[in-house]
Structures are given as C-alpha cells and as structure tokens.
C-alpha cells in the first residue's frame, strides 16, 4: 500500500466521522450527551453494538487465534447468545424501572454509598486501562503501516487519534456514538467479508470450494471436552455467559447505548436481534481464520511467529492494495467503536457517580467537558506507559489483572438481585479488593491445588463468587416498615 492511500482512507474514515458528529450534535444537552435523549431507533444501536463488541484485539487476535485453538472460540460465543438473553430479561427491565443513567446508581439503592462507588470505582479502573490497552494496540498497527514512514513519533499519532475521538464525541456523546459505531460496524463487516472474497479469488476458490474448504480444514473444530483444557466447552460457555452479562450488562459502556432506547421493549429487542447478528459476525470472523491459514500452506509461505500478525501481514503484503486499504479501514472502525464509547462512558460515570451531576441540567455543561478532556489525557497516558514498558507480556498482563476488577461487579449485582440482604456497606470496598486478589491466588496455583486444572476466563464467574460470598458474610439483619423479614441493620 502506498501512502497516499493509506492517507486517503484514513481522511476519509474521520470525515465521515465529523459529518455524523455535525448531523447529531445540533442543540447537544447533557441529557443528549448521557442519554442521546432516550430517543434511538432499537434496530440502529443493535447493528451499532456489533462494531462496539468487536475492538481491534479482536479483529486481528480471533482470526489468527483459529491456528491455536480452532473453533472452540465459538463455545465461549454461545455462551455469549445465553447471557445476553438474560441481559434482556433480567438487568434491561430493571435499568429501566429505575430510569438509571449511570447503572451503578443501583448500587446505592441496593446497598449504600460505598458499595455504590466501588461499583463505580472498579468500573473507571477497568474500562480505562481496557480502552488503553485496546487503543494501544491499533495505535501500534496505525504507527507500522503508515505514520513510521512520515516520522511522526508514536506519542502524537496516540494524540492525534484521541484528540479526533474527543472532537467528534465531546458534544452530543451517546448520540454521536450510537451513529458512528453503526457505520464503524459496516466498514469492519465489509472488510472481513471483502478479504475473504479477495482470498477466494486468489486461489480461485467459487462459493462451494469456500464453504467446503473452511467446513472440512481441521482447524473448524468446534467442541473441546477435555476437563483440564482451558478450551473445554462447558469452561468456555459459562465463561462466555459470565463474562458478557458482566463486561456487558454490568458495564456502563455497552448498556449505556442500550438506554438510549425509547422504551424498554425496544431496548429487549435491540439485546435480542444484536445477540443473533453477533453471532454471525463472530462466524465471518472464524471463516476468515480458516482462510488465512489455508492461503498460507496453499502459497508455502512462513507463518509468523506471533498468531495475532498473521492478518496484517497478508492483508499488507499479499492481498494486494483493495485488501490492504480494507484492513486498514477495518482496524480504524475497530478500534475508534470501541474508544469512542469507553470515553463516553467513562466521562458519564464520573460525572453523575462521583460529581453528582443532574443528567437533565445544563448548568453542568463546562464541568462535563472537562472531565471528557481529563479521561481523553488520562488514556493517552495510560497508552505511553504502556509504550515505554515496551513488553507486550507486561502490557497483556496488566489488561489481563483489569479484567479480574469486573469480578466484584458480578459478585456485587448478583448478590442485590437473586437476594433480599442487606450488607455493612462500609466494608463492601475491603471485599471488592479482596477477592481479585484471591482469585489471582487461585489462578496462579489452580494446577497443583486442582489436580492438574487450568482456569480459563471462568476465573470471572470464581471472582465473582468470592465477592458474593464476601457479602454474604457481611449481611445484617433488617426489618422493614410491615415487618416483612429483611436483612436487618
């Protein structure tokens, strides 16, 4: 690819950004920067919600990851079906009964203030070095394919990327995002199927020798069901059914689209047609893995050492400049539908969970843009650090420690739902810190401890289970105004 082409898609791809900004930000308020004033269509945040799933990790890890570990990935995707079926039926009708903005609020009614901010708290500590680490890593594709050749030091192609995400988002937020992240969604769809097409062509492959050739390659395999494996099924599907009602349901980022909706029957039916078309995406995803092995062995060429080089390499290199400008505008959607929103939510949940800020009042307007400025700096250091680490273990690692922080969300929603229980708010943060500690503890000794078992990303549902447990020890009894038996104080 030459440069000017990769100028010219990356010009393109944020100038249709700021022309959505523009069309959506006219008489912008706080309730349409947190809310996009509750009035989105259900079918526009379903087809939105695809591209926001998909972060640049995933776009270039899942294909490449199907030369390690096959197809099992989609035993974790059913799991994903179930748990947002239960988003839909469990945490949606209770969003909306409450009219939350920020979902953590629950916690305050539930429990109190201090369960409430740390709910929050570990909200903030994940969804930051989360949005950093997934932005850390486009940035990295970005700063190799186009912005090295011009000299431009990686520090200011982070800069100018967040300084993008700012001006497009920063005046009708939730809005303006709902909008992009559906175009974002087609661009990242249609260069996932557009390279499949290219290497179908290539190797001169019609419809039936594609389809024949990913259902028979030995990399389709689906079902694992050696217990010790961090691939077995039921680990991948409760692992898939915990973690997305978590980092889901429980996360301001992706529910925070959902309560854009103009009720809650739109916002079920948004969950239920999203689950089905994720599904499908994550198929397309799988399908290109297969093929890009498959060119691999049919051209003899070398695979790279690291699975998640695989993609960028062929698209880059040997698929030719169509395929080479689709990546590139695939990653782009890739990583901006997923930092877009995480800006967002994170600014939303600063303000009204720790500012205390009315989403409906204007009067607040100047203190919000400043908080959206601080979270913009905040990421961009948090993405230099990781650039001066220089070590992608340590980098894996520490985005590997934020996601055990969503183990006493888990833990934290569960317990106030499924129980009636008061709890001694005050020493809800201890447990909120204790268990991510433990469960660490546990992963790292699971082998020896657990006759040979190796915890995969059901370590989630262990976390969150420490949590509930840590609750349950601190409950106090209650009675209420009839003398129905309650946890009482």
């Not at 901010?117 to 970005?142: C, E, P």
């Not at 500012?355 to 100047?366: G, Q, T, V, Y």
Request: with cysteine.
């Amino acid at each position: 690819m030459t440069n000017s082409l990769i100028l010219t898609v990356i010009l393109l791809f944020f100038g249709l950004l700021m022309v959505i900004s523009y069309l959506t930000s006219r008489n912008a308020s706080n309730d349409t920067f947190f809310t996009g004033n509750r009035r989105s269509p259900w079918y526009l945040v379903a087809f939105g919600m695809i591209g926001s799933t998909i972060s640049g990790v995933t776009f270039i890890s899942v294909p490449g990851e199907v030369g390690n570990t096959g197809w099992t990935y989609l035993q974790f995707l059913l799991g994903n079906f179930v748990g947002y079926w239960i988003i839909a039926l469990v945490l949606i009708p209770l969003y909306y009964k409450l009219r939350l903005v920020s979902i953590y609020t629950y916690l305050d009614q539930r429990f109190g203030l201090r369960s409430y901010k740390t709910g929050a708290f570990f909200f903030l500590l994940s969804q930051t070095i989360g949005a950093s680490f997934r932005l850390y890593l486009a940035a990295g594709v970005l700063q190799l394919a186009f912005f090295d050749a011009l000299g431009i030091p990686f520090w200011l192609t982070v800069l100018l990327t967040l300084l993008l995400i700012w001006i497009y988002t920063h005046r009708a937020g939730i809005k303006t995002v709902v909008w992009t992240d559906s175009l974002q969604t087609l661009f990242i769809l249609g260069a996932v199927g557009m390279t499949i097409w290219v290497i179908s062509e290539q190797l001169d492959l019609s419809a039936g020798g594609l389809v024949e050739t990913v259902a028979n390659h030995p990399y389709s395999r689906i079902f694992d069901w050696d217990w010790q494996s961090k691939t077995n099924f039921f680990k991948q599907f409760l692992a898939g059914l915990g973690i997305v009602i978590t980092i889901n349901g429980l996360d301001q980022n992706m529910m925070q689209k959902n309560l854009t909706c103009k009720t809650q029957q739109d916002a079920q039916k948004n969950i239920y047609w999203f689950s089905l078309a994720f599904i499908i995406a994550n198929l397309l995803f799988l399908c290109l893995g297969v093929m890009l092995y498959f060119f691999v062995q049919q051209k003899g060429l070398a695979i790279p050492e690291r699975s998640d080089d695989l993609f960028p390499m062929l698209a880059m290199q040997y698929f030719g400049p169509l395929a080479g400008a689709l990546f590139l505008l695939g990653i782009l959607a890739a990583a901006y539908s997923s930092a877009d929103s995480a800006l967002t939510a994170l600014t939303t949940s600063f303000c009204i969970d720790f500012l205390n800020i009315d989403a409906e009042a204007n009067n607040s307007k100047a203190t919000r843009f400043k908080v959206h400025i601080a979270f913009s700096l905040l990421v961009f250091l948090v993405i230099v650090l990781f650039r001066i680490i220089n070590d992608e273990s340590v980098v894996t690692a520490v985005f590997r420690v934020a996601g055990y922080t969503y183990g006493p969300l888990l833990g934290l929603f569960t317990f106030g739902i499924l129980t009636k229980r008061q709890v001694k708010d005050r020493y809800v943060p201890i447990v909120g810190l204790l268990s991510p500690v433990l469960s660490l503890v546990i992963d790292r000794n699971s082998e020896s401890w657990l006759g040979g078992y190796q915890f995969g990303f059901e370590l989630l549902l262990l976390n969150g289970l420490l949590t509930f447990i840590g609750l349950l020890l601190l409950t106090k009894k209650h009675t209420n105004e009839n003398n129905a038996t309650l946890p009482r104080t």
